[in-house]
Nanobody, 121 residues
Framework: VQLVESGGGLVQAGGSLRLSCAAS????????MGWYRQAPGKQRELVAT???????NYADSVKGRFTISRDNAKNTVYLQMNSLKPEDTAVYYC????????????????WGQGTQVTVSS
């Protein structure tokens, strides 16, 4: 299972970006998907998650500004980021809890390579 992110970049404070993450490979099912971020010198932190049924969870720091969604038919998760702040600057990583074919029903954690988001003040 491979995860490929896209949509990062440089934006001014107050601006918006939309991240996408497409999962591919020998996928039987995908359970939760989510976005995490890691700023320089800091630990990776949860941004938002979404279950296969559409239930969402957000970090307090992004509630009301970010929206996570997914297209199950495309095995893709999105993160719409509005009202961006300089403190949102980080590498954003896509995560999926997925069950590949041939795993006897076991699920595994998969990560994308990360996409840089930089918010200038």
């Amino acid at each position: 299972v491979q995860l490929v992110e896209s949509g990062g970049g440089l934006v001014q404070a107050g601006g918006s970006l939309r991240l996408s993450c497409a999962a591919s490979g020998s996928i039987f099912s995908i359970n939760a998907m989510g976005w995490y971020r890691q700023a320089p010198g800091k630990q990776r932190e949860l941004v938002a998650t979404i279950t296969s049924g559409g239930s969402t969870n957000y970090a307090d720091s992004v509630k009301g500004r970010f929206t996570i969604s997914r297209d199950n038919a495309k095995n893709t998760v999105y993160l719409q980021m509005n009202s961006l702040k300089p403190e949102d600057t980080a590498v954003y990583y896509c995560n999926a809890d997925a069950t590949p074919y041939g795993s006897s029903g076991l699920s595994y954690d998969y990560w994308g390579q990360g996409t840089q988001v930089t918010v200038s003040s």
